[in-house]
């Protein structure tokens, strides 16, 4: 094991990614031998499971804050939709993860349309599957939430096969995705408009450095509430760059298309030198943000593991198995010696407390409603269900002293998960612990390249 920190230490140094972060008591090579050998193999094999692999999104319900400027956000797009006769046939056949030799060869394939291929929603399901996602909603029982929920009754939710729709570089980039962020950050962070955030490509240039001081002298101005507040939005922010930069599209040869990590783009985005020190301090938010569901899947422990609670699909020799995997991924996680100290959050004056709590909420539902404007619809599905999971933390970690008076063997109306919760909630710590092992593949790139 020693050798091991030592090896991630000197990896570590090339982005100077190392020691103790901030707002709490855990080093980065710490996480990284836990995440990498005992969390991320098992929950892979979570979240590939029936229960965990299918989530139920509309996918089109309007941006309520601008208006739609459309799914394809590539220059000389504009508002109107790519032309259907442009769109290759395995796009209209449903076929969206194959590339056919016609589809790679059409000469007027612009950037817009193949960028609306490489976004474009599989929404193959079997009829088996269709009829026991019926069943499955009965046991849903939803209340008090941090996410602005999507209608699940709505005709255009629909559920999304999560393994036939990874994550993964869409071309989806320029001033719409921009915007969506710059939206996140500047309404929802607690931040003055005549506080600049670095490396902010929309906002008027006033000299790196001078921002980036009064930027972060304001951020260690704040309480520890708002503070964390930021650091989970740039930690997610991160963590989605960076499974971008993992899944890029390299290649796209006669029938075959190439994917793989992209090491320039992940040094554009996250290297000390280009980024002007910023790639550091959003990696170690990527971190922060770990802890942070982590300790909320160490607070949900003892909800999943009363008998009462079932995993429900309809095959109970699939669902106890799903069952055993998750209380693995439980255990696993009660090992850890170094979790995040929610308690000292909103532990001030009762009302003060009441009133940051309630305005932490409203700003973070606010930010699930913005991810209705993302462009790309698989951008859109993967925003929507990480900042749901990371809702539903948040619903966990300010919940325990429902979680503890739990009964063992009837419902809780004091707490209570639903099943689109539970999905969300452990996709998107997938996707926090993915991120931090391909951190560890980037690390021997940039090792290599050096």
Known sequence: LSSILILLSVLSALLQLTGVLDDCFCDVESIDVFNNFKIYPRIKKLTERDYFRYYRVNLKRPCPFWPDDGHCSIKDCHVEPCPESKIPVGIKSGNYNKYTKAANTMSDMTECEQAKELGAINSTLSNQSKEA??????????????????????PDAEYVDLLLNPERFTGYKGPSAWRVWNSIYEENCFKPRSVYRPLNPLAPSRGESGKSISFYKWLEGLCLEKRVFYRLISGLHSSINIHLCAKYLLDEGWGQTVWGPNVKEFRRRFDMAETKGEGTRRLKNLYFLYLIELRALYKVAPYFERSIVNLYT??????????????????????????????????????????????????????????????????????????????????????????????????????????????????????????????????LLLKENR
């Open 314 to 443: 309809g095959n109970s020799q699939e669902d106890g198995a799903t069952k055993d995997l998750l209380l693995q991924v439980f255990n696993e996680i009660k090992t850890f010696p170094m979790h995040f100290d929610e308690k000292s959050m909103f532990a001030g004056h009762k009302i003060e407390a009441k009133t940051l709590k309630e305005e932490f909420r409203l700003h973070f539902k606010n930010i699930s409603r913005i991810m209705d404007c993302v462009g790309c619809s698989k951008c859109r599905l993967w925003g929507k269900l990480q900042t749901q999971g990371l809702g539903t933390a948040l619903k966990i970690l300010f919940s325990e002293k429902e979680i503890k008076n739990l009964p063992e063997h009837s419902p809780s109306k004091g707490f209570q998960l639903t099943r689109q919760e539970i999905v969300a909630l452990m996709n998107a710590f997938s996707r926090l612990s993915t991120s931090i092992y391909q951190l560890h593949n980037f690390r």
């Open 133 to 154: 996602f019926a069943d499955w909603a009965r046991h849903d029982d939803a209340q008090d939430h941090f996410c602005e929920l999507d209608d699940e009754t709505s």
